[in-house]
Nanobody, 119 residues
Framework: QVQLVESGGGLVQPGGSLRLSCSAS????????MSWYRQAPGQERELLAG????????NYADSVKGRFTISRDYAKNTVYLQMNSLKPEDTAVYYC????????????WGQGTQVIVSS
Protein backbone atom coordinates (compact mmCIF):
# COMPACT_ATOMS: atom_id res chain seq x y z
CA GLN A 1 0.00 0.00 0.00
CA VAL A 2 1.40 3.34 -1.07
CA GLN A 3 1.66 5.94 1.66
CA LEU A 4 3.04 9.44 1.89
CA VAL A 5 2.80 10.74 5.43
CA GLU A 6 3.65 14.36 6.11
CA SER A 7 4.58 15.68 9.52
CA GLY A 8 6.16 18.73 11.11
CA GLY A 9 3.50 21.32 10.49
CA GLY A 10 2.22 23.65 13.16
CA LEU A 11 2.01 27.21 14.38
CA VAL A 12 5.11 29.38 14.06
CA GLN A 13 5.79 33.08 14.42
CA PRO A 14 6.82 35.21 11.45
CA GLY A 15 10.54 34.85 10.87
CA GLY A 16 10.59 31.40 12.39
CA SER A 17 11.45 28.02 10.91
CA LEU A 18 9.85 24.63 10.47
CA ARG A 19 11.01 21.39 8.93
CA LEU A 20 8.41 19.26 7.21
CA SER A 21 8.97 15.57 6.67
CA CYS A 22 7.29 13.18 4.25
CA SER A 23 7.78 9.50 4.89
CA ALA A 24 7.22 7.30 1.84
CA SER A 25 6.34 3.62 1.69
CA UNK A 26 4.84 1.12 -0.72
CA UNK A 27 6.83 2.15 -3.77
CA UNK A 28 10.46 2.36 -4.93
CA UNK A 29 11.42 5.71 -3.50
CA UNK A 30 14.64 6.07 -5.48
CA UNK A 31 12.69 5.97 -8.76
CA UNK A 32 10.45 8.88 -7.89
CA UNK A 33 10.86 12.62 -8.11
CA MET A 34 9.57 14.20 -4.92
CA SER A 35 7.94 17.58 -4.57
CA TRP A 36 6.28 19.82 -2.05
CA TYR A 37 3.11 21.77 -2.84
CA ARG A 38 0.93 23.99 -0.75
CA GLN A 39 -2.64 25.20 -0.92
CA ALA A 40 -4.05 28.18 0.92
CA PRO A 41 -7.81 28.65 1.36
CA GLY A 42 -9.42 29.79 -1.86
CA GLN A 43 -6.24 29.38 -3.84
CA GLU A 44 -4.90 26.80 -6.27
CA ARG A 45 -2.35 24.26 -5.22
CA GLU A 46 1.13 25.70 -5.77
CA LEU A 47 4.32 23.79 -6.57
CA LEU A 48 7.03 24.95 -4.17
CA ALA A 49 10.03 22.70 -4.60
CA GLY A 50 11.08 19.51 -6.31
CA UNK A 51 13.98 17.08 -6.19
CA UNK A 52 14.54 14.49 -8.88
CA UNK A 53 15.23 10.82 -8.46
CA UNK A 54 18.67 10.35 -9.98
CA UNK A 55 20.93 13.34 -9.43
CA UNK A 56 18.98 14.97 -6.65
CA UNK A 57 18.68 18.17 -8.66
CA UNK A 58 16.37 20.69 -7.08
CA ASN A 59 14.11 23.48 -8.26
CA TYR A 60 12.11 26.08 -6.40
CA ALA A 61 9.26 28.48 -6.94
CA ASP A 62 10.29 32.12 -6.84
CA SER A 63 8.08 32.64 -3.81
CA VAL A 64 10.26 30.37 -1.65
CA LYS A 65 13.66 30.48 -3.33
CA GLY A 66 16.36 31.27 -0.79
CA ARG A 67 14.08 30.51 2.17
CA PHE A 68 13.04 26.87 1.64
CA THR A 69 15.28 23.86 1.02
CA ILE A 70 14.15 20.45 -0.20
CA SER A 71 16.21 17.36 0.49
CA ARG A 72 15.76 13.59 0.51
CA ASP A 73 17.19 10.70 2.50
CA TYR A 74 17.22 7.51 0.44
CA ALA A 75 18.01 5.36 3.48
CA LYS A 76 14.93 6.61 5.31
CA ASN A 77 12.65 6.99 2.25
CA THR A 78 11.93 10.49 3.43
CA VAL A 79 11.84 13.91 1.82
CA TYR A 80 12.17 17.09 3.82
CA LEU A 81 11.28 20.73 3.40
CA GLN A 82 13.27 23.10 5.57
CA MET A 83 11.39 26.38 5.79
CA ASN A 84 13.13 29.47 7.12
CA SER A 85 12.16 33.12 7.40
CA LEU A 86 8.51 32.17 7.37
CA LYS A 87 5.92 34.79 6.48
CA PRO A 88 2.18 34.96 7.17
CA GLU A 89 1.58 34.34 3.48
CA ASP A 90 3.25 30.94 3.86
CA THR A 91 0.19 29.81 5.80
CA ALA A 92 -1.30 26.85 3.94
CA VAL A 93 -1.71 23.11 3.89
CA TYR A 94 1.52 21.56 2.64
CA TYR A 95 1.43 18.40 0.54
CA CYS A 96 4.05 15.89 -0.46
CA UNK A 97 3.99 14.51 -4.01
CA UNK A 98 5.76 11.57 -5.61
CA UNK A 99 6.00 11.15 -9.37
CA UNK A 100 7.67 8.17 -11.01
CA UNK A 101 10.60 8.82 -13.33
CA UNK A 102 11.26 5.18 -14.28
CA UNK A 103 8.87 2.85 -16.10
CA UNK A 104 5.14 3.41 -15.83
CA UNK A 105 3.99 6.84 -14.77
CA UNK A 106 2.49 6.95 -11.30
CA UNK A 107 1.78 9.87 -9.01
CA UNK A 108 0.93 9.90 -5.32
CA TRP A 109 -0.11 12.53 -2.80
CA GLY A 110 0.11 12.79 0.94
CA GLN A 111 -2.77 13.93 3.13
CA GLY A 112 -1.21 17.30 3.92
CA THR A 113 0.05 19.07 7.01
CA GLN A 114 -1.11 22.49 8.16
CA VAL A 115 1.37 25.34 8.57
CA ILE A 116 0.20 28.55 10.21
CA VAL A 117 2.49 31.55 10.39
CA SER A 118 1.10 34.05 12.83
CA SER A 119 2.11 36.19 15.78
Amino acid sequence: QVQLVESGGGLVQPGGSLRLSCSASGFTFRNYAMSWYRQAPGQERELLAGINSVLGSTNYADSVKGRFTISRDYAKNTVYLQMNSLKPEDTAVYYCNAKSEVGSRYEYWGQGTQVIVSS
